[in-house]
């Protein structure tokens, strides 16, 4: 959709194709196709539909970017929003761990110290008959 500038007149928004950013990253780095591919965790004849994609999904852009350690931020500024929701979710997800691990602590020392109460009454009812 069109967008109104400064004194109404009218600027078309350039749409960023992704594609085309990731096919020249990947030339620019040097490192053959096929190689780049697989450490993104695809094959080549994915690659290439994925050069095709003007609109390629922003995780699919991030594994490429791991792969031959490139940032994709100034081109696609998309990705600067996607990596601070990455990291909201790792540090989320850290957190649901952390509770986790305080939960099994919690209740490791709650079924300990049940345990050592029955192990007393055992003791004790054992000592009861022993004396019969």
Do not use: C
């Amino acid at each position: 959709m069109p967008k109104a500038g400064l004194f109404g007149e009218v600027k078309k928004q350039t749409k960023i194709n992704r594609g085309a950013i990731l096919k020249k990253a990947v030339k620019d780095s040097g490192i053959p196709i096929t190689e780049v591919a697989r450490r993104a965790g695809y094959g080549r004849v994915t690659y290439y539909t994925h050069i095709d994609n003007s609109d390629l999904k922003l995780d699919i852009l991030d594994k490429y970017a791991t792969a031959i350690k490139y940032d994709f931020r100034d081109e696609v500024p998309e990705m600067v929003e996607y990596y601070e929701r990455k990291r909201e979710n790792s540090l989320s997800t850290f957190e649901k761990i952390e509770a986790d691990r305080d939960f099994w602590r919690d209740e490791y020392g709650r079924m300990l110290k049940e345990k050592n109460e029955m192990q007393k009454k055992i003791e004790f009812l054992e000592a009861k008959l022993a004396k019969k």
